[in-house]
Nanobody, 120 residues
Framework: QVQLVESGGGLVQPGGSLRLSCAAS????????MGWYRQGPGKQRELVAA???????NYADSVKGRFTISRDNAKNTVYLQMNSLKPEDTAVYYC??????????????WGQGTQVTVSS
């Protein structure tokens, strides 16, 4: 069984920063892509940022230049550094990972979600 555990959400003022972490644990053979999605009030879940096992990154236009995704493959952990936060960044943030639990079994895994609220 594989689990993704997120941490780092909270309440921050506009212009502030937060760092989200997501650690994968359990029966892991290898991890392909990892990423962060978010779902704001009354909105659909959207991709925020993604990173491949080789370190290539992809960002939503709305966060480019403000957010940075990174990963530590030795720790099976992905991070999202969020700077210059805006009220429209308020959402539940979900970690996603594409994981092989064996040499042939590949599944998508999601974290439980962490609330990020940007408000004065």
């Amino acid at each position: 069984q594989v689990q993704l555990v997120e941490s780092g959400g909270g309440l921050v003022q506009p212009g502030g920063s937060l760092r989200l972490s997501c650690a994968a644990s359990g029966s892991i053979f290898s991890i392909n892509g990892m990423g962060w999605y978010r779902q704001g009030p009354g909105k659909q879940r959207e991709l925020v940022a993604a990173i491949t096992s080789g370190g290539s990154t992809n960002y939503a236009d709305s966060v480019k230049g403000r957010f940075t995704i990174s990963r530590d493959n030795a720790k099976n952990t992905v991070y999202l550094q969020m700077n210059s936060l805006k009220p429209e960044d308020t959402a539940v943030y979900y970690c996603h990972a594409d994981i092989y639990s064996s040499s042939w079994r590949r599944d998508d895994y999601w974290g439980q979600g962490t609330q990020v609220t940007v408000s004065s």
